[in-house]
């Protein structure tokens, strides 16, 4: 299966079919050559060693053959060569304790001569023994300044005995497709290499986190690239090469680099605070549908559309609520919800920010003060069948595939529903109906069309009233057994 993969020591990078010869004269201006450019920065762009040495005690000698049988002697050796490679004394003390190493090695590239170094987080994940080794061959121990797994990016810091050649970030939002670009790194161990191609596109989203905006690529990039340097013409920095899109682990010109301007702001804060301190919203949204904006009556699907509100995020005091649909944030326009935690992430804490929204059909603006993202605790998720006969016995009501039923003592025990859930239980779904995708036993409907319901009747009604009205979807507001709501937009087929 095609995957997706940030190769624990790969990244993106090109080189295009039949060179750079033949692309057309107009495009290529003084492309026929990056001799200059290359030597120019090659300097500026390091290996990675990374290694995790761990203390283990040494395995039990293998089982031997029988004394006296003609292999005895030649297992005897076998392992006594075994023992030795691994760092065991080939005999003696089974409890000894030894060392192990696990390598990786990736690219990185210098930032500042005094010695800080910008690499891929994956690259140096889990490792106490880092190494940069410059181009002649200077290996120079690092330290982690900080890192941040969220947009894959890690500061290190080397101690030289002279300054370094380094290189400057450039504006990766200026870069257009099919512009020409140049990456240089050390795939599969063989030391600096330069290849070379065009930005294939830009904002890719290969769900590798939440804040994904890749340039993809088609400059090879293979393992042992990653955290190694994209370059424009002018030997500016514009993205990081962190992951490609390959059947086997190697390159297929489909390659990935987190923009300079995604990861400028968090190396900044990396070297000041040593971690990252992002915006907070304290929303919980999901991405506007074409059935949900049908339901809504928003015509082009756009925007984030608002699922819940933290209770202790700065959200609710400042007048957001479940429903609204917000379109713009601090300037920027939302037109997908994926673009909006990439806006608040990237706004400073405790600014006062413009968020624009949309409450019933209608534009209205708020100002929030943002507060600080922390991490998210993760939550276990239930495995729950689909089935009806494993469904609660009080009375179900059928409503346009929906068994419902009410959210009952054996409701709530049979499923896990936190006592602060409320609203209308689904006992089952009919599979083929409009909500068998969408809704599953042990969900909770807790509005229809922004309207609280309470009993099963409630949600059969209300329902039916918009399907009497015209209406070919109505919007459930929808709860989880652990409170974690969504909006379902059901056809009322």
Known sequence: MTVVSSLPRAAAALILAGGLAAAPAAAKGNMDSLADLAASVTDAVVNISAAQVTEEKQASVAPKPAPGTPLDDLFEQFFKRQLGRHGGSGGGDEDAPRGRRANSLGSGFIIDG???????????????????????????????????SK????????????????????????????????????????????????????????????????????????????????????????????????????????????????????????????????????????????????????GTPHGALVAGIDDKGPAGPAGLKKGDVIVGFDGHDVHESRDLPKFVAGAPVGKDVVVSILRDGKPQELTVKLGRLD?????????????????????????????LGTLDDAFRKRYGVKDSV?????????????????????????????????????????????????????????SNPQGDVRYVALTLN
């Open 114 to 148: 005094a010695g800080i170094v910008i690499t891929n987080n994956h690259v140096i994940e889990g490792a106490n023994d880092i190494t940069v080794i410059l181009t002649d061959g200077t290996k120079l121990k690092a330290e982690v300044v900080g890192k941040d």
């Open 151 to 298: 947009v894959d990016v890690a500061v290190l810091k080397v101690t030289p005995t002279h300054p370094l050649k380094s290189v400057p970030f450039g504006d990766s939002d200026a870069m257009r497709v099919g512009d020409a670009v140049m990456a240089v790194g050390n795939p599969f161990g063989l030391g600096g290499t330069v290849t070379a191609g065009i930005v294939s596109a830009r904002n890719r989203n290969i769900d590798s986190g939440p804040y994904d905006n890749y340039i993809q690529t088609d400059a090879s990039i293979n393992k042992g690239n990653s955290g190694g340097p994209l370059f424009d013409m002018k030997g500016e920095v514009i993205g990081i090469n962190t992951a490609i899109l390959s059947p086997s682990g190697g390159s297929i010109g489909i390659g990935f680099a987190t923009p300079s301007d995604t990861v400028l702001p968090i190396i900044a804060q990396l070297r000041e605070f040593h971690e990252v301190r992002r915006g907070w919203l304290g929303v919980r949204i999901q991405p506007v549908t074409d059935d949900i904006a049908e339901a809504l009556g928003l």
């Open 375 to 403: 991490a998210p605790v993760e939550k276990a998720s239930l495995d729950r069948d689909q089935g009806a006969a494993d469904a609660p016995k009080s009375a179900v009501q059928q409503a346009f595939g929906l068994g």
């Open 422 to 478: 409320k609203g209308v239980a689904v006992a089952t779904v009919e599979p083929g109906s409009a909500g068998a995708d969408k809704l599953k036993p042990g969900d909770v409907v807790v509005e229809v069309n922004q309207v609280a319901v309470g009993d099963p009747g409630d949600v059969a009604a209300k329902m039916k009233a918009v399907k009497d009205g015209g209406k070919k979807t109505a919007l459930l507001l929808v």
